[in-house]
């Protein structure tokens, strides 16, 4: 018997072990919870190290919404208290935040956001950072479980009711990224590596250490970024960074003096 390794990821303890139990009582499939992003972040990784990943993750979409927001917007890739790693990141991924950044590390394992309500916008959002499917946290288990064996199979699961709004958004959505990537285009350089670095969540002076700046001279290109984009805040400027495909830069590069970037 082929057997199905499922991650639920939920900061509501009690739903993700209950959950968790009601999916291992399933002959073929194996389990694990984890209560936040960086939590389920060290159980792929150490699922992946024994050979064994996880084929499907399920994550709540509004975990970490109750948690305070860092000042000064540095929660570049969503919300997040004001704890930073190693390099100036801060720690604790949205739902949302959460999928991309699984299925840009481990493109095979599929991802399906557990729902509170239906909202047309945030599952298009869903769909666009690489989830597989979007379903109602009060759905029954033999729906859930038709939804995990069918991302498995590479479908997309939405709720019919939602699917006329979705396509609407989606639809939207590629108008604003073609506007977005006019925008990011306007940029120097230097002002796109800034941006990057943004988008990563990295504050003024991680940036300055990276790029071998003086933190003034971040901060005027992070004011000259938020200005050619035309925007006035740091989240903004992620948000319309993200429409035009603007990824973050990758901590585990190094930046050398007197590179090509001006």
């Known amino acids: 018997m082929i057997r199905i390794r499922v991650l639920v990821v939920d900061d509501h303890r009690i739903f ?5 139990a009601a999916l291992a009582a399933e002959p073929d499939v ?4 984890a209560g936040s992003g960086p939590a389920a972040l060290r159980c792929l990784e150490r699922a992946a190290a024994d050979g ?5 993750m399920l994550v709540d979409g509004d975990l970490g919404v109750g948690a305070p927001h860092p000042p000064g917007g540095r929660a570049a890739v969503a919300r997040a208290v004001p704890d930073e790693g190693e390099h ?5 991924l949205d739902g949302l935040s959460l999928v991309a950044g699984v299925r840009s590390g481990q ?3 599929h991802c ?8 047309p916008h945030r599952a298009a959002l869903a769909l666009q950072a690489g989830a597989s499917g979007w379903v109602a946290k009060d759905c029954s288990l033999q729906r859930l479980l ?10 997309t699961h939405l709720p019919p009711a939602l699917l006329t709004g979705v396509l609407r958004e989606l639809t939207a959505a590629r108008k604003h990224r073609t506007e977005s990537e006019r925008l990011v285009e306007s940029l120097t350089p230097r002002e796109r590596e800034v941006l990057r670095c943004m988008v990563a969540g990295l504050g003024r002076k991680a940036v300055a250490e990276r790029l071998f700046l003086s933190p003034h001279t971040v901060r005027t290109h992070m004011q000259n970024v938020l200005g050619k984009l035309g925007v006035h805040s740091t989240l903004a400027a992620v948000a319309l960074a993200r429409r035009a495909g603007v990824g973050p830069v990758d901590l585990g590069d190094v930046v050398e003096r007197g590179g090509q970037l001006a």
């Open 16 to 20: 993700a072990e209950s959950l968790a």
């Open 30 to 33: 194996d389990v694990a919870a």
């Open 52 to 56: 064994r990943p996880f084929d499907v």
């Open 88 to 92: 100036g990141v801060v720690s604790i």
């Open 107 to 109: 493109s095979a394992v």
């Open 112 to 119: 399906v956001v557990l729902a509170e309500k239906d909202d």
């Open 146 to 155: 038709a939804v995990i064996r069918g991302v498995l199979r590479d479908e």
